[in-house]
């Protein structure tokens, strides 16, 4: 499985992005989902993560109330809708697959990742 992660760019602080995640090629992406993201010098941190249906969703405590994460099965997307952004929100972010149970909060359960996609805030 082949992800793309895109919608990053350079947002002042309280604006908001929008970023999509999706497979390339006819990849179906039939499996929870998960944004992680990290920043110059740290680990890779959880962000947000949805079950395959849609209908569980699991957040960071640092985003939570600010960022949403959704989906479109019929078209094969995740997405993290950020609002509210903080300098602290910089870093690459990155979609990843979960194709088995596990915690939806650590990156050893992921078994994909995109690319990444840079979020920049300026304060």
């Known amino acids: 499985v082949q992800l793309q992660a895109c919608g990053g760019g350079l947002v002042q602080a309280g604006g908001s992005l929008r970023l999509s995640c999706a497979p390339s090629?006819?990849?179906?992406?039939?499996?929870?989902m998960g944004w992680f993201r990290q920043a110059p010098g740290k680990e890779r941190e959880f962000v947000a993560g949805?079950?395959?249906?849609?209908?569980?969703?699991y957040y960071a405590d640092s985003v939570k109330g600010r960022f949403t994460i959704s989906r479109d099965n019929a078209n094969d997307t995740v997405y993290l809708q950020m609002n509210s952004l903080k300098p602290e929100d910089t870093a690459v972010y990155y979609c990843?697959?979960?194709?088995?149970?596990?915690?939806?909060?650590?990156?050893?359960?992921?078994?994909?990742w995109g690319q990444g996609t840079q979020v920049t805030v300026s304060s």
């Open positions: 090629g006819r990849t179906r992406i039939n499996y929870a």
């Open positions: 990843a697959t979960k194709m088995y149970s596990g915690s939806y909060y650590s990156a050893n359960e992921y078994d994909y």
């Open positions: 949805i079950s395959w249906s849609g209908s569980s969703t």
